[in-house]
């Protein structure tokens, strides 16, 4: 079980880091970019979900905090970018985003644009600080015995 959700892990981080990149590519607001931002907002949260479950497997949860605030920023990020301007919604309010009201043009851009990398770098972040050693074998250039 172990080495399916740690293999699922790394494609959804894979696809997620390379969406990313695409998405920051493309034009805001172009079909490109929400087709490949939609693929990353997806990848992303399974990533992060599957980081927590894994993480719930060690002794120390440390990782199960940062998976959660990635899925967290991840998911406002997306509907900030999806509401229109100065709209509010049950989300937003639920998840404590906008308790001043709807965000404008700039601010609500913004506020995409800086929780989307954020996460980003939360897993980005902590795929370095771990390095290859939490990689399979085959994928470290390693034979199994």
């Known amino acids: 079980m172990h080495a399916t959700i740690l293999t699922v892990h790394i494609a959804m981080g894979s696809l997620g880091v390379l969406s990313g990149a695409a998405a920051l590519m493309f034009a805001k607001g172009s079909g490109p970019h929400r087709a490949v931002g939609t693929v990353f907002v997806l990848a992303m949260v399974a990533m992060a979900a599957t980081a927590s479950i894994l993480e719930t497997m060690k002794p120390?949860?440390?990782s199960v905090v940062g998976g959660l605030m990635t899925i967290y920023?991840?998911?406002t990020g997306w509907m900030a970018g999806r509401r229109k301007d100065g709209g509010t919604g049950a989300f937003e309010i639920g998840a404590f985003v906008i308790l001043r009201g709807g965000l404008v043009g700039a601010q609500r851009v913004a506020r995409h644009l800086w929780r989307m990398c954020f996460g980003l770098f939360i897993a980005v972040?902590?795929?370095a600080?771990?390095?290859s050693t939490v990689l399979p074998p085959p994928l470290r250039g390693e034979l199994s015995p």
Request: hydrophobic residues 50%; aromatic residues 16%.
């Open 60 to 62: 120390e949860a440390g």
């Open 125 to 127: 972040g902590s795929f």
């Open 73 to 75: 920023f991840i998911v």
């Open 129 to 131: 600080a771990q390095g």
